[in-house]
């Protein structure tokens, strides 16, 4: 007999899907912000810090480079 899922494996679960769906969604570094900006990067840079400071959207640390997901740009 199988046993029950927990609540635990269900939210896992989810979150796997919906971070799976973001990542489908692209993603973007400080540079790629700045040319879609038409900005410096280190204008970028600002930005995304101070936008993540105010919760307004969250990034991911990636080997050297910090990125964001597209769907939040």
């Known amino acids: 007999m199988a046993e029950p899922i927990t609540t635990d494996e269900v939210l896992a679960r989810r979150d796997g899907e919906l971070r799976d769906r973001l990542l489908r969604s692209g ?22 810090a101070r936008e993540r400071r105010r ?19």
């Open 55 to 73: 919760h307004r959207l969250f990034t991911v640390r990636h080997g050297r480079n910090v990125i964001v997901p597209r769907i939040l740009i």
């Open 27 to 48: 993603s973007l570094t400080n540079s790629e912000i700045a040319s879609l900006r038409g900005v410096r990067v280190a204008s970028a840079r600002s930005f995304v």
